[in-house]
């Protein structure tokens, strides 16, 4: 089976290309944002301060035509309402009248959100899980797309509220942008000489064609030996003594999904093992809980270091599957 051109490879690649035009070097984490943006899932960030999320969001947000660019800064005065809205009684018409919050838009960056106390946190979760928010007794559609992006400070916890575990299974992953390479550094010195490239972004795709490469992603060919694969991948996590709580179901569907995406964001129409493999620990990493006597046995490894070994261990358990198709790629290729 070979990888086809199909309608959505044009429209991949306008969106790519406007989005790189303002965020360098960062053509992988781009895609693994807009794999959550295709598969109607949210991103979590973790990454220090000045890595360009701000600028990511904003560049998605003006990439697509019409779409409704915001902003929440989380501070722990910061209440539910000032989010989802609020209803106000207005003297003239001497009725409540619903003021929408910040979270009525299509592409929303909540900065630092562990700073925001749980209730302010968990009101969040509605509009992440079904996009919409209940205010009054009175359930409100989000506008489509909706993609929130949420950042936290990894060396920060001071007057932190770190996030539970029920929030963090609604982040379909988590990644970090991290810095550019020093190339990259001095191209983006240079391009901000006068000015924000942003401000010249122009729109390159409409909401109708988001739609359409939703639509794209639900289409992508996942092979029955690789659903029954992931599935046996995420309930490894489950059995690990290293992992004291693993993925849930929901990691399941969010692996399945994202890998649709980010096969289609690669011009393909297929998932391959390969797929599956690189997005394990975007996907799954933060919806483990690891055990304190293996926290502490690694001690001295990185986070991403210890979860590759989690991710090993699991790939051991449950070998990858080479249906025949992907054999016959691979020779004719």
């Known amino acids: 089976m070979r990888a086809e051109a199909t309608g959505s490879t044009a429209v991949v690649r306008r969106l790519l290309d406007n989005i790189e035009t303002v965020v360098h070097g960062k053509t992988e984490e781009i895609r693994l944002v807009l794999s959550a943006l295709l598969s109607g ?10 890595t360009a999320k701000t600028v ?37 018409t001497r009725r409540f009248e619903f003021q929408p919050g910040p979270i009525f838009a299509n592409i929303i960056l909540v900065d630092e959100i562990n700073r925001a106390m749980p209730k ?11 996009h919409q928010v209940t205010v009054d007794g ?21 007057g932190t509220f770190p996030l539970p575990e029920a929030q963090l299974d609604r982040f379909f992953l988590r990644t970090s942008l991290g810095y550019p390479d020093e190339e990259q550094e001095v191209l983006i010195v240079r391009e901000q000489r ?11 795709i409409t909401k109708a064609e988001v739609g ?36 849930s179901v929901r990691g399941s569907l969010a692996l399945v999904k994202t890998a649709r995406a980010w096969a289609l964001l690669h011009d393909r129409t297929y998932v391959m093992p390969e797929d599956v493999e690189h997005l394990f620990i975007p996907v799954l990493g933060h919806r483990l809980i690891l055990s ?9 490894l990185t986070r991403d270091e210890t979860l590759r070994r989690i991710q090993q261990e699991c790939l051991n358990r449950a070998p990858a599957p080479r249906p025949d198709w992907v054999a016959d790629f691979a020779a004719s290729s």
Do not use: K
């Open 41 to 50: 899932g949210h991103v979590l960030f973790e990454d220090v301060p000045g």
């Open 56 to 92: 990511l969001a904003r560049a998605i947000a003006a990439t697509i035509e019409d779409a409704i660019p915001s902003r929440v800064q989380c501070t722990p005065d910061l209440q539910p309402t000032d989010v989802t809205g609020l209803s106000v009684f207005n003297q003239e």
């Open 120 to 130: 302010t946190q968990s009101a969040l979760l509605e509009a992440m899980a079904e």
């Open 138 to 158: 009175v359930s409100r559609q989000l506008p489509q797309p909706f993609l929130l992006m949420a950042t936290e400070n990894p060396i920060e916890y001071e």
């Open 194 to 204: 006068r000015g924000h490239p942003l401000d010249e972004l122009r729109p390159a």
């Open 212 to 247: 359409e490469l939703r639509i794209a992603c639900e289409e992508v060919y996942v092979d029955e030996l690789l659903d029954a694969w992931i599935v046996r991948l995420v309930r490894e996590t489950r059995n690990l003594a290293e992992v004291e709580v693993g993925a």
């Open 292 to 300: 304190p006597s293996y926290l502490a046995e690694t001690r001295n």
